[in-house]
């Protein structure tokens, strides 16, 4: 491909198991609106939480190779199952940033925490991996951690029943057991779980901050931009989709969250065992 | 020097033109509990506000000069006048990340603002440096900016009034303009401003989201650190304080605001007119 615009101008590649990293790309639209978006959603192997480590880290191969047909000056793993298990080896095969989201939450959680007693909640992959208490501790060492799987809320939100009272119902009783422990501060661990940010907020009462690794990374994006001048100037942008399921209801779910219409494209990748971009 | 353990473990350079840069060490202390801090305040030649561009850059230079005499593994200008005069002068200059406090606040004041309506208050220097708006605009065409120099804060800080009744009045007096403005959201763009936070938030009421750029900055030296695998290690740090003024005086105000005791060298700069790290 022949580029005969800069670097800065290129597209941020951001994925995701399905339609859970829209809350990502939606704030990065939001913070950073010069930027354009190549969203991939694997919305036909999702949720990608109780898949083993090694094939989430195969699929989001498959997918970053994908998105590196394009031209790209960043790559933003917005699942946090995927960060957990590639976000280091995708980093290490790629000449661009990679951010993921766990970082960001992390430190978005140090900053709101006045007594480092914070929660997590995510898929059995994220919380298996103890990825987040690995990421508070590394930069906070009195921080203690609880962490909670919560496998019922990815599918709540795949299948449209958001807005549900079925949805406060589950929410609910999941998360029971923080009823226990005194916490002040509480990550949403997975991409999709802002989406159940109303239930989720009013089970946890005001006392808890709650933190949305979404829009702590279209921060973190913006500042490793910047620092490496590669800030958009863009005054008009188009976004592209991609996912590996249904397009229609892709687009109707994204157009509900995202407030403006999308155009989605389904594609089918190659399996991959390396990165090759 | 002769180093033999890791840049990791190196320190972070603080500087300001007083004490107000002690609320960025502050949040530093508190968000990466694991680095030691090397502060520089110059408040014999304090406040660098009403000087011009060309004698803070100067001024500026000799207090990195100075520090470089440390093992460094990043610098942070915790002085919003001096980031506006001299952050891409001493970037160009300096082999280390080089952090200023202006962009991490438009960054957050760009996630809390629903209304892009984005007021900033700071000294003359930076007022007239445009640099906020500068930075807003940069990353977000759309934000509509109100700016106030705000020169009576700065004293009042460093002459330790702060917790005063003169205080108040002098703060409800002087952001009077901002009542004709519907603003969401307010940029303290001085580092000494989060001293006067009660007074502010109080004249400004509680629909205004109000973003300390310490807290902001801190996160940003996180991100920054940990995508260039700098975060440090250790589990105790040692922390260091150098003023051209008097040391006691300079000792008093940070033990009240940092809560701790603290070492205070006085120091003499030597004037340069180049960067020589």
Redesign the interface.
Known sequence: MHMTYPASEYAIGILDSGVGGLTVAKEVMR????ETIYYFGDTKRCPYGPRSEKEVRQFTFEIVNFLLQFPLKAILIACNTATAAALNAVKERVGI?VLGVI??GA??A??ASRQNRIGVIGTQGTIQSKAYEKALQ?????ITVYSLACPAFVPLVESGYRHTRVAEEVVAETLKPFQAVQLDTLILGCTHYPLLYEPIAKVMGKEVAIISSA?ET???L???L??KNL?SGK?KTAHCFFTTGEADSFARIAEDWLGRPVRVETVELTPVEKLTG
């Not at 913070?31 to 010069?34: N, S």
């Open positions: 913070q950073l609106p010069r940033p970082e960001p430190r978005a140090i900053k590394r930069i906070h060492p009195d829009e279209a921060v973190e913006s500042t490793i910047q620092h800030l005054e």
